[in-house]
Each structure stands twice: as structure tokens, then as C-alpha cells.
């Protein structure tokens, strides 16, 4: 034990220590513990230390926590360590953190109130716990109803569920779900709803028994117990339910935030409704019994819309309107009477005011007199043995009176509603066993208490003691079951404490006593319990500081009791005048209510005031005077009596209990208040049941689950072939002491704390392991990383140093390179710096000597000046001197110049007149006349270069426009080729034309014997005309709906796929368009294909009811004809056709008597089948119309759009055709401004004209500018318009201009170089290559319808020949056998012809089909009435040569002769006959079918047929009886035939629909008669893929089309009755096989359990594992197949099945905390892993199957991601996209690690997930649906199995059938 300690005192352990306000709080040791020390030193969670003193007497060392794998267990037991922290923490953790309200602790299951709703109380959940064992879902309160149940149909015994709890806990709701499961789950025993009768007893007994608390808004002021009666069968029968004190002071007091009972509201509430006028009622607070708690209104509770709820719940258990009435006066006459105001005469007596208006209305309500009820309010009458006396009361007295009277008479009204709900649950079918259901007031403890609290503790101490005994003794039983060592278990037994109250001398004996008393009080009784108790009785106290109190010590607390107001309450007194002035009201109810009082009850009966019942009546004993009787009887005395009464009914059934916890005092949801949850268990018992476990050995492993926790603890030696020895062997070594485990014959037990050390010792070799594999994995991934560098580095070496070498050569190039250029460089520079200096120096020396020069320049110039001044001034002085000289001389000098100048002047004038003068003055004239003359020459040189440039142009156009011309009248030569080929063709069609008339012609010589059989046949034809109408109105049924959406769905997608590529714009919206439309009609056909399917399942299970009823009722009628057959009501739409032959007639005729009885009983049902049948005739033709209108819409839309396609096209073509004009225009009109120029050149080039600056000059250049610009223009408009001619050109022949606009786009870039004129012509070379190609599509297309006219001219040749030798053969047969074999190849060519149009045009052709098709037949019938001429003319014939054989004419040759002609006849011809012309058919006599239908289908066993015949060999069968039916045009028959197969089908399911094989077997052949009807029914859309020989048997005479409906629905019925039968099969098999088997081994281990064992995930022999399941599922595919069921069928029904799975699996995974681990979520993927592989080897991947189970898979996958960081819950979210918000919150939830090395999932990431999936929009139902059912299809399967060619095995017993 020490060493024990030691190692679990460690460093980092973690203990419990006690806190003053979380009552535990956890700390962890810093240091080891060693023996003997003193103190512990602890590290509290908030980081503060703490050294904790240990008690050195005791050395109690704190409680241990336990491993985090065990936080948050289902069980409570399942904790290695049991001790009070550790359940509260637990409780905490599962309610605060994983939201789970519900937890077992042993037997007992805790309920904590969540305070808000929760969804998982649905019919969902209850399906899902419904049928499983309590250990193997999480804990619920439909886990304990279902423990109940079972075992009370397992053990036949009586079951009782004990719910308790204080105020505000749940009790009511716990009990009422619990009601719920058991009215859900077992269903009545018949049409009275009993189960919805005692739900609805609910709302009545809230409504009068609940009231609003301070802790609890819905708080129940009464104990009831229910009893739910089940018959043997273990359905609902009935209830009975017993009432315990009624909390009767409420309805005259309320405490304050606190209300009266519900229904005193809800009648206030609804005062101003017309039927509660006379009630003069009005708000709540205008009344005294309302008003008191000043707090009239709840939040989120319509009190209006619950008296409707309680209203409808009276008439649904049977209290008729006028009773709801009269009680509705009772509760406000007490209302009024509370008003009634009493005042004070003097101080012994009191008053009522006259005219009381509240008086008068409450004797009003009542029926009583005013007067008299006035009087005894305020007096009373005093009897003593000789006088009576009226004593008046005072008021304070008169009021207490007041109010005990509406205490009384609300208490007198609660009882007569008990009795009449129990009178309506209570029924005539024998009782067999009951569950019973106690909602009882828990242990309470207040402020004040008083009596009622007194009461409430006594019956919690005597179910408590009852509890400890009930766990001791299943303790008992298990040690003594596991045979080990028993030794007793010290637990608290109250049985002193029930001693004190209720023994002799008790307390309640002594209040009884003190009741009797004259003047007995309160203070008396107080003094005689203290002289009593006080000094003998340790649990009996009295308070220091009040005489008037005592305190008792309960199992759960010490409470003190106020001794005030006891007497009272247990006398419980009414004034008798009052009594007796109610007991004379005309008003009936009241006067039944207190006629009541007269009868005598028992001990244990019906408490008075308190509302207790025990039985619905009890007869009166008239000897004795009950009422005397009763009133002697005190409350107390009373509720003992019943209280003994109820535990010995506990005590005769198996006891479950459910404790409710209040988590809070402020009924805030999910907020868990350690104090007062911790003084709730203590009351409750939760920890005395752990008490009880830790005492004994509460750990608990089988051997294998020990074995299989623990191998890691074992070495391989210590492994023996036994495991029990083996175990033994292991504890011995691990566990040193002996005392703390024990061996059983099935389980190990531990003591309390064993399995926490085994878990560390597991944990640290874990460790050890885990450390050892890091290691040898770190070094291994080391050692890889250091090869993997090693390897890189080589690499990056050997790449280095040859990248250095590259670069080292690399630079060594650069360098010579480098050299070189430097060399060159340096040259360069050099030579350009010479340069420069060059250039600078002689810049230089320029600029200097111009400077010297301008120097001297200037010098000389100063020089010069100076001298010119000097000369100027010299010459001024000079002239001056000469002037004045001169003047002298002038006059004689001008004379002598006169006269030489006259003779010079003579001179000059002559040497004017001389050439040489002339020559000198015209000498610079002359160069620039020379210039001139130069000029002139070089533009004459321009000009004559420009015409030889446009001289060249000319011609190259003149060449083009040549070539041109060339190809143009090439092509004009194609043209008239094609043309005369069109001729050619005209000519071949005058050919064909007249082939044809030749055709014609000889036809017409076969005319005269169509004539004659036309007019042979005209009546014939009229009727065979109206049923192929007919026909082709009902082609569009139901059956073909699928297949025409398809139909449609792709005709609209071919019609828009030829103008998807030139108008892709456009098409892409039509696409789009179309494909919606075909979804929403796939989906609104499979909407409602399903909602037609469900409403088929529910007219099935009505009419199996109704057999079910019919045939109860024949039992009961001891009828002689218990086997009596009735109509089939499966399908009331076609009841008309439905039919019994005259042996059916005969046996209902026996029956009707027996339906006559049970019609009164079966109206209701009729009517359920008539609305169906209505509502399916109202979807068919609802179905019909939307098709038709869909159809209509549909070929409008589609009419319209290519109205406006075809608009669109040729506006566009118009378009570009005008487009295309206007640019030739434009084209010609360019070349003759060009050809302007040229001439103009041309013409100015002679005269000189075009010189620069000459107008001709001028208007060229200006020409050319515009030419210019024009030819930019167009160019643009050119690569424009072949831009869209080469679209257009790719939308025609796409294939054949693929490479186009590759040539166009290099044209396209080559013009962008090159000139404008050469841009002009590559233009106009495009749009003649594509006017060539546009030709030689004509010619191709000439050419094609050419080669098919030929094509055709040929084939008329061959018509006519073949046609021409059939007639030489025919002519060369005798007369007789030429007719036949003219009509023969009539037909066939007919057929030929019939099936040429089908495949030609199926829309126009249509008329022309129905005539060939009535000549056909006319031609058939035709050769059938020769037939039988030739047969009637050769029996005459026999019959003559008998004839003449007995006259003896001719004896020798009349012997011979007629016995060659009878002999010839029969062997050649009609032998042969027979075999040639079987049908397919077979006959049957009329009182036959009886006995084809019992051999065929009632007697027929499905396994024999399946493996030794060919599949669907019955459909065949009836199928061929059938047609001769229809051959024979017997509508009797075929209808009789019809109808017995339906019905015997039917018959045979439901008497072997449990039996997989015959369901699958008659699904198979149910959709193969089904498919033989659509094949042989002569309807095109199912003829298409019949031989001829298939389409000579269809029906000829009967359109079945409404029978297939009839049929297709029966298959419907059989499908969903087979997914039943597969379901019921695999549903044992689906959890045990996906979930707990361990299919990988070793990945997950087992979890310590507790009392609740759930299922171990280690296979055991008989255990289902998924092999179980995919051997199953391998066996139902495989006789599936041997039945012949079609492939698709087979498809749905694997794809429901893996629903089913994986619906299952995830649902269980859903409600089971254990299995949401890490390691089981790889188990799952292993299995739906194999669960596909087994779907890829049968070839099932596209049924859709997989995708069934992503749920699951992505449930799987959410259970081992991360689930830490923002970006996991990102990749969470966008991963779980086939999971609901509340599934994937559930699954992170309920995560468990299985190992110490995982970690839970954080609240706050939860709360993270719940923000990011906010926003989806999807139902928040937790499960999935287990019953969703797919709708199915029969998709149309034609047989290839000729008829004609099957044979029938004598085995059937069906010798009476003959082949036609």
C-alpha cells in the first residue's frame, strides 16, 4: 500500500483539495510524497503555492484526479477513483463542456436541466435507442424507458421509473419523455389511441397540478404515479395515475415572484371569449388568489394558447363540453369566493357587506343561496349533547374559513379530474404487466419549513432506503454471481430516522395524538416531542434559540421544522355548514363533487385534501358512516397509509431511477453551480450509490477486455494459452496486494483507485515505448537526413566545381575578349582624343588669329581713321586754300570743259550703238537663262520616270484583271457544269418518276384483293381505329414519364447544338435553359415519385390493418369460413375492374355477414382509403396536365426561337450581301480614278503641264491623298467583312476550313506591311477564293443528291425486280397456295414499309403506320379465314370418302384413296403446322385458375425455381395464360386472371413477408410480368428492340395500360417491403460490424467500464463483424441474381442498403461517446474501405451507393484531423459538407482520447465551428433517417427469352396448361 502511494504521489500528480466556493478545487504536487511527511507542497491551477498540512492523526492524504481519460465517462462508476470531486467534476465536464445533460452513475441516471430545449427528444432518437441495450448508447432518458421495457417483456415483471429532484430539476419532463418513449415505442392495442390519451393527460395535469416557483417556472405541487398497462403482447392498453398532497395552501397563498396553479391564469386569460361571459372574470390581478405573488405573467408562456392545449386534452380523454364548463364555474367561483371581502363587526364576530358582488356571483356559479353562504362564512355551529349553538366567528377566523373552504373544494375538483382521466385510460383487454412512472417531489430544505416539507423528506426517506437496499442487493448479487469473497458493506441505513416519524410515540403519532386533543396546539405538541425525542433519540434536535421548533437529521441534511400551523394543516378542518350548504347547489358537478365524500375509501384509498388516489372506485360500506369516518382521519395518518401502499408496489417491481439536478438557482442554460449541485447530490443519493460502489470492488473487467487493456504489461513469456491464468499471473506481479482485486468466474474486480494505477503503469511503459520509438525513429530519420545532405552536398560539389570550371573558362574568354576590346577601345579613344585635340587646336589657332587679326585689324583701322581724319582735315585746310584759288579760275576752266564735254558726248553716243557694248551688258543673263534650261531638263527626267512607274502598274493590273477574268469565266463554266447536272437530275428524277408509275401500275393489279378485304373488314377497321386512339392517347402515361424528359431533354439539346458555334452567345442561355428544365422535371418527378411511393406504404399498412381487424373480428364471430377472401382495397381506382370470378363471388357471399359487423367499426378506415385513393387520382392527372402543359411550353419556346434564329441569320446575311455590294462599288470607282490619273499623266506629260506648281500637278497630288485615305478606309472594312465571311464560312463546313483563318491571319499580318493597292487586291482575292469555295459546295452538294437519287433509282429497280419475280413465282404456284403467298409478301412488304417511316420520320408517319397497320391486320385475319375454309373443306372431304367407303363404290380404290387423302393431310401439313405456328400462348380451363394460381404462386417455393429454372419463369407463365385470355378476346378472363394474381401475390407476402427470398423472388417476377406488359403491349417506345417474332405475340384485342399502374404500384409495395426485410436482417449486424468489432487489431483498446457495461469491440464467437456484414450483403446480391431481378433494381436496392448503413452507423456513432475517438474513426475508414471494394468487385461503383456514405466518411475523417487552430476549423468546415452543424458539434462534443497522448477538443474551438458554420442554411435534426426510403424506378428491361421456345417442368404440378 505504501509503495502504492508513493507511486502515485509523485511529482505532477494531481489531487482534489477542498475550496469554501467551487467546493473542490485542483492542484498538483510539486515535489514526491514520501511516508511520513507532514505536509504536501501543491501548485494550484492559477499558479499560486500552497503547502497543505496533512492531519497527523488520520494522515489522510488528499483525493486523487483521474487520468483525462476518464474525465467525462458515461458511468460514473467507470472512474478509477470514487470520491465526491471526482463526480462533480465529471457532471461538470460532460455539462459544461460537452453540452450532455445525462450521465449514469450505477443504476441511477443523473439528469441535469439544461434550461433550454434540446433536440434530442425526437422520434429520431427514440428509434435510434429503441431495441438496444442500456450500456451501448450514451445515457438518456430513453435508455432507462428502454431498459424498462425490455425487461419487462424479458423477466414478466413489473417495472417502476423513480423520478425525483427538488423544484426546477426536470422531474416532470423526465417523466413526461419517458411517458412518451413508451407510447411511441409499443404502440395500442387498438383504435383508441391510448397512447395519445395518456400524453394528453399531461397538459391536464399541468394545467391543475403545476404552478409557477421561484426555482422553477413549471414547478409540479404534487406526487403522482402512473401506471402504464400493457397486454400480453406488450402494447398500450392503458394507465392509472395516483396522486400524493396536493400542495392545497396555494391556492389561497402565494409567496412573492410565485403564481397559483396554471389553470386559475389561463381562464383569466381567455375571460373575453363568448363562452366565458357568464364566468365575470377578468385580469389576473383583480383577484385576490392571483395577485399575491405579484408576478401574474411567465416569460414565453401564452397562457390563452395553453388553455386551447388544455381544453383540446379534456376532449380528447372524454369530458365533454358542458363537464369542461362546469369546471371552468368551480375554478372561478373559487376566484370570486377569494374576493369576497369579510368585515369586522367587533372583535368576536364579523360581517359580510349585502350584495356582495363577488358573493353573488360565486353562489351564482355554484347554485347555492346567497343567504346561506353568507351566514356560515361567518358563523359556525357548536353541538353538545343536549343543544346546539351558532357561534359567530371573528374575522380573522372567517377568513381562514374563507380559504379552507377553496382549499377544499379545488382539492374535491382535482380529485374528480384524476378519476375521469384515469376513466378514460382505463380499458376492457386484461391487463399484463405495467410500467410505472413516479414523478415525486424531491428532498427539500427552505428558510421556513413546515408541514408539507415535513411530509415531502419522510417520503424521500423511505424511497432512499428502499434505493440503499435496492443497490446493496445488486452489489450482493453480482459478487455472489462472480462467486467471490463476500464480505459486508457498511452503508447508511436510514431506518432510525423513519423510527422517529412514523413508529409508535413517533412524531407523526404524537401530532395525530395531539390533534385529538380539545385544545391541543402547536406549542404542546412542540414540548411532548422534546420530552420525548430530546434525550433518546440521536437524530432528533432542538434549536438553541426557539421553543417552537426541532430539527431531525435526514440522510441528506439537518432540517429544521417550524412547528407552526402543523395541527391544522393535518386536521385539515372544513366548516360542515359549508359543506352542507354546497352539498344542497342545483348545480350538478358540485354536488357529484361532494357526493363523493359519502363513500367509504380504504386505508390506502383516496387521500382527502391531498389528492392522492389509489384505485378509479371503490364501493361504499353502507354500515358505516363514511363521512364521520373520514374527517377522523388527520393528513398525516393519511399519507403514511398511502406512502406504505406505494413502497409496497415499488417494492413488488424493478426499480429505475432517474435523479433531476439543478444545476442553477437563476435558471441560466449550461451554468453549472458547484454548491448547489453538490447539496442535490447528497440528497438525491448519487454519492451514497458511489459510497457503496468504492466501498466494495466497483472496477470491473472481463478477462478478455483486461487481457486485451493490459497486454503491453505482460511479457511474451507470461502469454498462456489460458487467458484466465494468464491475467492471474499479471496481477500477482503488478498488484503486490491481494485485497485489492479478486478473480470471478467471467470478470476481474478492483478496488477503488486500482485501475488509475494500472492506467499509470500501462501509461508509463506507453511512455517508455513511445520514447524507445522516437528514439530509434529519430536516429533512423537522422541518419536519412544526414545520407540525404551527404548525397546533396556530393552533388552540389560536383555542380559547383563544374560551374567553377565553366566560369573559370567562362572568364578566361572574357579576358582575351576583354583584351581585344580594350585593344580596340583604347584605340578608338586614343584616336578620338586626337581628334579632339586636333580639332581643339585648330579651333584654337583659329580663334587666335582671328582675335590677332581683328586686333590688327582694329589697329590699322584706328590708323586708318586717324589718317582719313588727318587727310579730311589736311584736305578741308587744303581745299579751303584751293577753293578760294579755284574760284578764281572756274569760270575759265567750265568754258573749257563745256566744250570737250560736248565733243566727248558725241563720242559716247556712237559707242552706244556698237554689238560689243550689248554683249557686255548681257553677260549675267545669259547663266541664268542656263540654269533654267537645266532645271527644265531634270523634271522632264521625273516626269518620264513616273509614267514608266504607272506604265508598269497598268500592266500588272491589266495581267490581274486578265487572270481574273480567266477564273471568272472558268467558274462561269462550273456553273453551267452544275447546271447541266441539275438537268441531268431532272432527267434521272422523269426516270425515277416513271419507275415509280410502273410501280404503280403494279400495284394496282394487287388492288382488287386489298378491295375486297377493305370492305370485308370495314366495321372491323372503324373499332380497330378507336382503340388505336385510344392507344395513342394513353402512350404518355406515368411509366414513359422518365423516359420522354430525356427524350425532351435531348431533342432541345440537338436542336440548339447546330447554332452553338455561330451563335454561341445566343445558344449558351438555350443550353443552360435546357438542362434546368431537365433537373426541375427529374426533380419534381422524383419529389414526387416519392411522395406517391410513401402515400403507397401508408395505403399498405391500412389495408394490412384492416385484414388485421377483418380477421380479429371473424375470430371473434366464430364464423364458419375463417378463411373468407374480401376485395382487394389496395387499389381503389381501379375498383371497377377488380373483379373476382364466381368461385371469389360465392366465398364473399359466405363472409358478408362478418363485414356487415365490423363496418360500423371500419368507417373511419374506409374514409382514411377513400381520401387516398382521391388524393392518388388527383396526383395522376395533376401529373398528366403538367406534362401536357410542359409540352405545349416546350414546342412553343422552341418554335419561337427559330423564328427569331432564322430572323436573326437573314438579317445578317442581307447585311453582309449589301456590305459586299457597296465595297465593289467602291472598288470600281477606285479604278477608274486611277485610270483618270494615268491618263491625265499621260496627257500632260507631252505639254508639260504636270510641271510643280501646275494646276495638273496640284489635282494629281490631291487625288493621290485621297486615294489614299479612301484605301485606308477600305481596308478596313475589308478585313471586316472577311473576318465575318470566314465565320460564317466556319459555321457551314467547319471541318473543311479548319486551316482558313490561319492562311487569313498571315494575309492579315502580311498587309499590315505592305501598300495600299496591294491591300485592295488581297482583299478582292479573298472574296473570290471564297466565292470558289462557296461554288464547289454547291457541287458537292449536287453531287450528294445526285448520288442518293441515283441511290434510289436503284433501289426501285430492285423493288420492281424483285417484285416482277415474286409475281413470276406467284403465277407459277397453284391457285390456292398463290393467294396465301401473295398475302404473305404483302405483308412483309407492308412491314418493310412500316418500319422504313419509323425509322425515317416517326412524326409525320404516323397516320400512315395506323393504315398499314389495319391493312395488316386485315391481310392476317384475311389468311386466318382461308385457313380455316381449307380445314372445314378438308374434313368435308373426309368426311365423303367415309361416306363413300360404306356404299362400297369402288371398294378397292375408295380404300385406298381416302386414306391417302386423310393420311396426306395430317402428317405433312398439320404436325408442322403446329410447331410453325405456336404462339407463346397458353390455354387454361376457367375453373382452373384457382388451382394455376395455388400451384403458381401460394404453393410455389422460390429457392427451387431460382436455381433449377430460368428467372422469371411464373411471370412468363401467367404472362402466356394471359394472351390467350386476349386471344381469345375473353375480357372475364383476362380480368379475373388479373386480379387473382395481385391478390395472391399479396397474400403470400404478407404471410411470408419476413422470408428475404420469396420478397425478392416475387419483386423479380412482379417487374418481369410488369416489363412483359409493356413489352408485348404493342406501343412503339417498347417495341424497338423486339425480333419479329416478339411483335407477332403482343396483345391484339386488350390495352392493359391501366393494370401496368396497378402492377408498377404492387412492385412499389414489394420493394419497400423487401428494404424492410433486408433491414430488419442487417440491423443487428450494422453496429457491431462498422462500429465495435475491431476489424484493424491493436488500434484501439479498451476503456476502463463501468456498472453500464456497453458492448466490447472484441469479437467474441457469435459477434457480428463487418465480414458478417459484406457475407450478408454478398448473399443478397448473389439470389437477387439468381432471381433474374433486373440490374438497375438491384442497383436502388444496394444503394438503400449502404443508406441504411451508413444512416445507422453514424446515428450510433452520434449517441455513443466511446466510439468518437481518434482510433475508431480509422476503424470506419478501414471498413466503408472495404465496403467499396466489395461495391468495385460486383461492379456496383454507379449506383450511387458510394456517395450514401460520406456522411460517415466525413464524420470519420472529423474525428482525426487537427482540431486545434482557426485553419483546422476552416478545413473542418469546408471538409463536412455532407454533415449538419449539430452533427459535426456533436461529433467534437463527444471526442474521447482513448490514450493519455491525445487531447480533447477545446470549448473554444466548438464555439469557433459554430461561427463559422452560422450561416448554413440546413435542418437542425441531429440523426439521419433511418426509414427514408429512395423512391424507386423500374426502368423498362425487354426480355430476350422467346415465348415460344419456354417450356414448362412438370415439378410445377401445371399439366392442366396446353400450349397453343
Known sequence: MNRELEYMFVQAARVWIPDAEDVWKSAELIKDYKNGDASLQLLLEDGTNLELKLDPKTNNLPYLRNPDILVGENDLTALSYLHEPAVLHNLKVRFTDSKLIYTYCGIVLVAINPYESLPIYGSDIINAYSGQNMGDMDPHIFAVAEEAYKQMARDERNQSIIVSGESGAGKTVSAKYAMRYFATVSGSASDANIEEKVLASNPIMEAIGNAKTTRNDNSSRFGKYIEIGFDSRYRIIGANMRTYLLEKSRVVFQADEERNYHIFYQLCAAAHLPEFKNLRLSSANDFLYTRQGRSPVIDGVDDAKELCTTRHAFTLLGINESSQVGLFQVLAAILHLGNVEIKERDSDSSLIPPNNRHLTAFCELVGVAYQDMSQWLCHRKLKTATETYIKPLPRLQATNARDALSKHVYAKLFNWIVEHVNKALVTNVKQHSFIGVLDIYGFETFEINSFEQFCINYANEKLQQQ?????????????????????????????????????????????????????????????????????????????????????????????????????????????????????????????????????????????????????????????????????????????????????????????????????????????????????????????????????????????????????????????????????????????????????????????????????????????????????????????????????????????????????????????????????????????????????????????????????????????????????????????????????????????????????????????????EHFKKLNKGMENKIMQLQRKIDEQNKDHRLISEKLVGLESSYATETER????????????????????????????????????????????????????????????????????????????????????????????????????????????????????????????????????????????????????????????????????????????????????????????????????????????????????????????????????????????????????????ELEYESLKRQELESENKKLRHDLSEMRRSLLADAATGAGAPGSPAYKVLLDQLNASCEELEVRKEEVLILRSQLVSQKEAMHHKETMTEPSVFADDVNKLKDADELKQAYVGLKDTNRLLEHQIQTQRRTYDSEVEFLRGELQNVKEENNRQQQLLAQNLQLPPEARIEASLQHEITRLTNENLELMTDDPTASQEARVIILRRMVDLMEQLEKQDRTIRKLKKQLKVYSKRIGEMGVGQAEGQTSPGQMVEEPIHPVNIPRREKDFQGMLEYKKEDEMKLVKNLILELKPRGVAVNLIPGLPAYILFMCLRHADYLNDDQKVRTLLTSTINSIKKILKKRGDDFETVSFWLANTCRFLHCLKQYSGDEAFMKLNTSRQNEHCLSNFDLAEYRQVISDLAIQIYQQLIKCLENILLSMIVPGMLEHETIQGVSGVKPTGLRKRTSSIADEGTYTLDSILRQLSAFHSTMCQHGTDPELIKQVVKQLFYIIGAVTLNNLLLRKDMCSWSKGMQIRYNVSQLEEWLRDKGLMTCGAKETLEPLIQAAQLLQVKKKTDEDAEAICSMCQALTTAQIVKVLNLYTPVNEFEERVSVAFIRTIQTHLRDRCESPQLLMDTKMIYPVTFPFNPSCVALETIQIPSSLNLSFLTRV
Request: aromatic letters at 8%; a positive charge.
Open 964 to 1211: 481574273m477574268r480567266a477564273e471568272l469565266s472558268r467558274l462561269r463554266g462550273v456553273e453551267e457544269d452544275a447546271r447541266s447536272r441539275a438537268n441531268q437530275v431532272s432527267s434521272l428524277l422523269e426516270e425515277l418518276e416513271k419507275l415509280k408509275k410502273e410501280l404503280s401500275v403494279t400495284q394496282q393489279e394487287k388492288k382488287s384483293i386489298e378491295d375486297w378485304a377493305h370492305t370485308y373488314r370495314n366495321q372491323m377497321e372503324k373499332v380497330l381505329s378507336e382503340l388505336k386512339d385510344e392507344n395513342g392517347s394513353l402512350k404518355k402515361e406515368k411509366d414513359d414519364l422518365n423516359r420522354r424528359i430525356q427524350e425532351q431533354s435531348q431533342q432541345m439539346t440537338g436542336t440548339f447544338h447546330a447554332l452553338l458555334i455561330p451563335h454561341h452567345n445566343i445558344t449558351t442561355p438555350f443550353h443552360l435553359l435546357t438542362n434546368l428544365l431537365a433537373l426541375r422535371h427529374q426533380r419534381k418527378w422524383l419529389v414526387r415519385c416519392s411522395r406517391y411511393q410513401n402515400l403507397l406504404s401508408d395505403h399498405l399498412h391500412l389495408e394490412e390493418k384492416y385484414d388485421d381487424l377483418k380477421e380479429e373480428m371473424a375470430r371473434s364471430s366464430n364464423m364458419s369460413k375463417p378463411g373468407h377472401r374480401r376485395t382487394d382495397s389496395t387499389h381503389s381506382s381501379n375498383e371497377s375492374e377488380y373483379t373476382y370470378n364466381s368461385e371469389y363471388a360465392e366465398l364473399e357471399e359466405g363472409s358478408r355477414a362478418g363485414e356487415d359487423m365490423t363496418r360500423g367499426i371500419d368507417t373511419s378506415l374506409t374514409l382514411k382509403l377513400q381520401k387516398r385513393v382521391t388524393e392518388l387520382e388527383q396526383e395522376k392527372q395533376s401529373l398528366r396536365n403538367e406534362l401536357e402543359n410542359k409540352e405545349e411550353q416546350f414546342q412553343r419556346a422552341r418554335a419561337r426561337d427559330d423564328a427569331e434564329f432564322r430572323k436573326a441569320r437573314g438579317a
Open 467 to 915: 434505493f440503499n437496499m435496492h443497490v446493496f442487493k445488486l452489489e450482493q448479487e453480482e459478487y455472489m454471481r462472480e462467486q467471490i469473497p463476500w464480505t459486508l458493506i457498511d452503508f447508511y441505513d436510514n431506518q432510525p430516522c423513519i423510527n422517529l416519524i412514523e413508529a409508535k410515540m413517533g412524531v407523526l403519532d404524537l401530532l395525530d395524538e395531539e390533534c385529538r386533543m380539545p385544545k391541543g396546539s402547536d406549542d404542546s405538541w412542540a414540548q411532548k416531542l422534546y420530552n420525548t425525542h430530546l434525550k433518546t433519540c440521536s437524530l432528533f434536535e432542538k434549536p438553541r434559540m426557539s421553543n417552537r421548533a426541532f430539527i431531525i437529521q435526514h440522510f441528506a441534511d439537518k432540517v429544521e421544522y417550524q412547528c407552526d400551523g402543523f395541527l391544522e394543516k393535518n386536521k385539515d378542518t372544513v366548516n360542515e355548514e359549508q359543506i352542507n350548504v354546497m352539498k344542497a347547489s342545483k348545480f350538478d358537478l358540485l354536488v357529484q363533487l361532494f357526493h363523493d365524500e359519502e363513500k367509504v375509501t380504504s386505508p390506502t384509498g383516496p387521500v382527502p385534501g391531498t389528492g392522492g388516489r389509489t384505485r378509479l372506485s371503490i364501493k361504499p360500506d353502507k354500515s358505516r358512516d363514511s363521512s364521520c369516518k373520514e374527517h377522523k382521519k388527520t393528513v398525516g395518518c393519511q399519507f403514511r397509509n398511502s406512502l406504505q401502499m406505494l413502497m409496497g408496489t415499488l417494492n413488488a417491481t424493478t426499480p429505475h431511477y432517474v435523479r433531476c439536478i439543478k444545476p442553477n438557482d437563476f435558471k441560466l442554460a449550461f451554468s453549472f453551480d458547484p454548491k448547489r449541485a453538490v447539496q442535490q447530490l447528497r440528497a438525491c443519493g448519487v454519492l451514497e450509490t458511489i459510497r457503496i460502489s468504492a466501498a466494495g470492488f466497483p472496477s470491473r473487467w472481463t478477462y478478455q477486455e483486461f487481457f486485451s487493456r493490459y497486454r503491453v504489461l505482460m511479457k511474451q513469456k507470461d502469454v498462456l494459452p489460458d487467458m484466465k491464468l494468464t491475467c492471474k499471473n499479471v496481477l500477482e506481479k503488478l498488484v503486490e496486494d491481494q485485497d485489492k482485486y479478486q478473480f470471478g468466474k467471467t470478470k476481474i474486480f478492483f478496488r477503488a483507485g486500482q485501475v488509475a494505477y494500472l492506467e499509470k503503469l500501462r501509461a508509463d511503459k506507453l511512455r517508455v515505448a513511445c520514447i524507445r520509438i522516437q528514439k530509434t525513429i529519430r536516429c533512423w530519420l537522422a541518419r536519412k537526413k544526414f545520407l540525404r545532405k551527404r548525397g546533396a552536398a556530393i552533388t552540389i560539389q560536383r555542380f559547383t566545381r563544374g560551374y567553377q570550371a565553366r566560369c573559370l573558362a567562362k572568364f578566361m574568354r572574357r579576358t582575351q575578349a576583354a583584351t581585344i576590346i580594350q585593344k580596340y577601345q583604347r584605340m578608338c579613344v586614343e584616336k578620338k582624343r586626337y581628334q579632339q585635340k586636333q580639332a581643339a587646336a585648330l579651333a584654337m589657332q583659329t580663334i587666335l588669329r582671328a582675335y590677332q587679326a581683328r586686333q590688327l585689324y582694329q589697329t590699322l583701322l584706328r590708323e586708318h581713321k586717324a589718317v582719313l581724319i588727318q587727310k579730311h582735315i589736311r584736305g578741308w585746310l587744303a581745299r579751303c586754300w584751293y577753293k578760294r584759288c579755284l574760284e578764281a579760275i572756274v569760270y575759265l576752266q567750265c568754258c573749257i570743259r563745256r566744250m570737250r564735254a560736248k565733243r566727248e558726248l558725241k563720242k559716247l553716243k556712237i559707242e552706244a550703238r556698237s554689238v
